[in-house]
């Protein structure tokens, strides 16, 4: 449980980041996610008329889908904690005309639906970012309706999945979040989230796949990776960060460079 007197500064340090971010997801990121959109969307199995929640919706790239499957006479809820996040997600389905999708600001652990009214909860690349996953499961399985199904997408640890590998490495300048327990490698055993989904009343399981994206150059994957969260270090420590990248992950120098990526699917499905 998150102790009472972290979570605003943790809520707040949050927010702050995926504002700063939502530029960057939708010139760069999102394309590369495809692949880990995809795969979440599909072991969810919707079909037409059912209604899903996207939670973490960021830009919308699942909301979309998601919505794209289960057509007009289904619906589709996105949430997220970030107002900018929400913009992009708003523009991206009005330029689609997809009317099925309804955007709420809000945060995992008190999601702001009623009880039992999804056939299907999303989670796609966000249960890393939650302060509190317990209360997370508790909320997902809350509006669940009974046999309903979640699925989560996390990334595996350094040594498995190039993109933490990037992002850890880049970041050790910067310091720890305020909150424990939270980053892009925070559920690379997702075992403890398996018994609290389970407490929740959720029975879940894990599913691995190697995913991948490309950069052209190291620049170009600074800059999506790591140049917003790392913009408030020296232009030294940038520098420091960026030798430590360039060791780590380009020991043959510059140039193209495929990411490979260990992603685990958390597959469960709520009580009768």
Not at 64 to 88: K, N
Not at 185 to 208: C, K, V
Not at 245 to 263: C, I, K, M, Q, S
Request: proline share 5%; glycine share 10%; aromatic share 6%.
């Amino acid at each position: 449980m998150l102790e009472a007197e972290l979570e605003p500064e943790g809520l707040a340090w949050q927010t702050g980041v995926w504002n700063r971010i939502s530029g960057v997801y939708v010139n760069e990121i999102d394309q590369r996610f495809v692949p880990v959109v995809e795969a979440t969307v599909a072991r969810a199995e919707l079909t037409v008329g059912e209604t899903a929640l996207d939670l973490g919706t960021g830009t919308g790239a699942v909301a979309q889908r998601a919505a794209e499957i289960v057509g007009p006479s289904g619906g589709v809820v996105g949430v997220d904690i970030s107002s900018d996040m929400l913009a992009a997600a708003h523009k991206r389905l009005a330029r689609l005309g997809l009317n099925n999708v309804t955007l709420r600001e809000g945060r995992a652990e008190s999601i702001p639906v009623d009880d039992a009214a999804f056939d299907a909860v999303l989670a796609s690349l966000s249960m890393m970012y939650m302060l509190d996953r317990a209360a997370a499961a508790r909320e997902i399985a809350r509006i669940l309706r009974p046999g309903g199904c979640f699925v989560a997408s996390v990334w595996a640890g350094p040594e498995d999945c190039d993109i933490v590998h990037f992002q850890q490495t880049a970041g050790r300048l910067a310091g720890p979040p305020p909150v424990p327990g939270v980053g892009p490698a925070s559920m690379a055993d997702p075992t403890t989230f398996l018994g609290q989904l389970a407490a929740a009343g959720i029975e879940a399981r894990i599913e691995s796949r190697v995913l991948s994206f490309d950069f052209d150059d190291f620049e170009s994957a600074w800059d999506a990776l790591a140049g917003v969260t790392t913009a408030h270090l020296s232009a030294e420590q940038q520098q420091e960060a960026k030798d430590a990248v360039t060791a780590a992950l380009y020991p043959n120098g510059d140039g193209p460079r495929r990411f490979e990526n260990l992603t685990h699917f958390i597959v469960g499905r709520a009580g009768a």
